[in-house]
């Protein structure tokens, strides 16, 4: 007797080999869906924030442009990071206690001599929920850098609601 007589899924005694694969990894069909899904998932993934229709978000990304939100008994700050952007670029709302961050991006790059040219055109629209009442006429809003930068100073009304809740041991 040798070693491969011992081993179940050698298949030289007539035995039918075990199989280690899932049964709709036989069907090849199913094999050749998932090999083409992954295919298109790993050429696209470096891609994903430039085509709207392949992350269903919006042409920056879903998260675009990354958001910093800070609330202290007095004001919520809002610091949006919008790098290529121009303050012209930007538009800010407050409405119903929340506050709305849209902005469009047009690039456009053109080499003449080398006859080559692109044009990428690009909105995106933040809402935040702000959970709490703001003084409207106080609202300060500045851009500087790339960074825009919204302070809600809280209502008096909002400031006095806050209560502290003891922690026990």
Not at 136 to 149: H, K, P, Q, S, Y
Request: no cysteine; charged share 35%.
């Amino acid at each position: 007797m040798s070693v491969r007589d011992l081993i179940p899924w050698s298949g030289n005694n007539g035995h039918k080999a075990p199989s280690l694969l899932r049964d709709d990894d036989r069907d090849p069909f199913l094999s050749l869906h998932r090999e083409v899904n992954r295919l298109f998932d790993d050429a696209f993934r470096g891609f994903g924030s430039n085509f709207p229709s392949l992350t269903g978000r919006s042409g920056f990304g879903g998260g675009w442009p990354n958001v910093e939100i800070s609330d202290n008994e007095k004001e919520i700050t809002v610091t949006a990071e919008v790098p290529g952007l121009e303050e012209k670029d930007i538009e800010v709302l407050l409405n119903d206690g929340v506050l709305t961050l849209k902005g469009e991006k047009h690039s456009e790059t053109e080499d003449k001599d080398r006859q080559f040219s692109e044009r990428y055109y690009g909105r995106f629209e933040r809402r935040i929920p702000l959970g709490a009442e703001v003084k409207e006429d106080n609202i300060d809003a500045r851009f500087r850098n790339g960074v825009l930068t919204v302070t809600l100073p809280k209502s008096e009304q909002a400031q006095s609601q806050v209560k502290r809740i003891a922690i026990k041991s």
